[in-house]
């Protein structure tokens, strides 16, 4: 079964720090795809980025970069010169050929 | 299209009642998906849809909850006979194709059982 790991719950910086998030996975298929999204106050989730197991490029995004290792199975997320918008729960997200499993979230707080 | 859009926002009933919720996907996505977030976790995975046909259903989907989505249009969920443990905010999402492209969620409806 598919499974995602995000193991910091929180995290707090200062504007302007760098922060990672990181992300996980577990899964028996070599085709799969990974997802960051981003849910901030309001409580919609927001699209960030999406991934295909076939592509480990690393992306980036304005201030935002994504790391992809296939041989760590990690999926990890920076966010360069954080700021205080940024502050939201960030979710990693996995699907192999079904649903969509989420991880349970690092709650980023950006402090001015 | 304005999005994804769920109805009620927030909802609060009595233990035991009936409740229905409404998704509206975007207009072109033919798969939809139901999911329930509490405080604190990630989305849990109930349903899904590919057009009207209902493909998966989670584990945590028990019999008092039913969800349709006829015509492949708007889709409802139902949960009968609500208990405590269903309060939590339920997600809808959609998307174009395939399971693998990315899902777009509304902005939930939020439910209360006291």
């Known amino acids: 079964a598919q499974k995602v790991t995000q193991a910091q719950t929180e995290i707090s910086v200062v504007e302007k720090e760098d922060v990672t998030l990181d992300c996980v996975y577990e899964?028996?298929?070599?085709?799969?795809?990974l997802f960051w999204y981003k849910q901030p106050p309001s409580g919609e989730l927001v699209f960030l980025i999406r991934?295909?197991?076939?592509?480990?490029q690393n992306e980036i995004s304005g201030r935002y970069s994504w790391n992809f290792q296939k041989s760590t199975s990690s999926f990890n997320f920076t966010i360069t010169a954080s700021q205080v918008v940024d502050s939201a729960v960030y979710f990693c997200a996995l699907t192999e050929a079904l649903d969509m499993r989420f991880g349970a979230g690092t709650r980023l707080t950006v402090k001015p | 299209d304005t999005g994804v859009s769920q109805d009620p926002r927030h909802k609060i009933t009595k233990r035991g009642q009936n409740v229905t919720f409404r998704c509206d996907p975007i207009?072109?996505?033919?798969?939809l998906y139901w999911y329930r977030q509490t405080l604190g976790q990630g989305p849990e995975f109930l349903t899904y849809f590919q057009n009207e046909a209902q493909l998966e259903k989670s584990r945590l989907l028990s019999d008092r909850f039913s969800a349709e989505r006829p015509k492949g249009s708007f889709s409802t969920l139902e949960i009968q006979r609500t208990e405590q443990g269903d309060s939590a905010m339920y997600l809808c999402?959609?998307?174009?194709?395939?399971?693998?492209?990315?899902?777009?969620f509304g902005q939930g409806t939020r439910l209360t059982v006291v």
């Open positions: 207009s072109e996505h033919n798969r």
């Open positions: 999402a959609s998307s174009l194709g395939s399971g693998r492209t990315e899902a777009f």
């Open positions: 899964t028996r298929d070599t085709t799969y795809y």
């Open positions: 991934r295909n197991s076939f592509d480990e």
